[in-house]
């Protein structure tokens, strides 16, 4: 039977939205919170999917080299980086897409977690990023459903 476990980070970083064409578009930050969401078939022998303290070492680790205290900017945004290249000391990050919560989230469970996850037996199965403590994204992925098998959508049920 899957278990599912999630581990919150938390980070601050800037970004900006390139085209955006509204007050976004402007360098800016935010203080984000990501939610991982990690799925395991079994359990160790202590009864875990995998200890929290790992995954927090993992993605914690993960976050804090490249995204925390970082801006991060659309490939695209070549203004961005040139910018970005004239502060010393910078930290930036690219992304292959602008850089939206939804888009940080997609990116974290389709290219992050894959790797920080090696070795676990676990897998990540969604991805909340908190830009504010009112609004989020998540990604997930589809857990393919076996034909036979009942499913949460099943209605079954008869009265």
């Not at 977690?113 to 199965?125: E, F, M, N, Q």
């Amino acid at each position: 039977m899957p278990i599912t476990i999630m581990r919150r980070i938390k980070f601050c970083a800037g970004h900006r939205l390139y085209k955006h064409g509204g007050k976004c578009e402007h360098f800016h930050g935010h203080n984000y919170v990501a939610d991982f969401f990690v799925t395991g078939d079994e359990v160790d022998s202590v009864g875990r999917v995998v200890d929290f303290a790992e995954l927090k070492t993992r993605f914690k680790g993960w976050i804090d080299a490249h995204w925390d205290h970082s801006f991060l900017i659309s490939e695209a945004d070549t203004n961005a980086e040139q910018a970005l290249r004239m502060v010393e000391p910078m930290r930036y990050f690219v992304l292959p897409y602008n850089p939206t919560a939804e888009n940080m989230a997609r990116y974290l469970l389709e290219q992050v977690a894959p790797d920080v996850l090696i070795g676990t037996g676990a897998r990540a199965t969604a991805v909340r990023i908190w830009e504010t403590e009112d609004s989020y994204a998540e990604a997930t992925v589809e857990i393919p459903h076996e034909p036979g098998t009942p499913s949460a959508y099943d209605t079954a049920d008869t009265i």
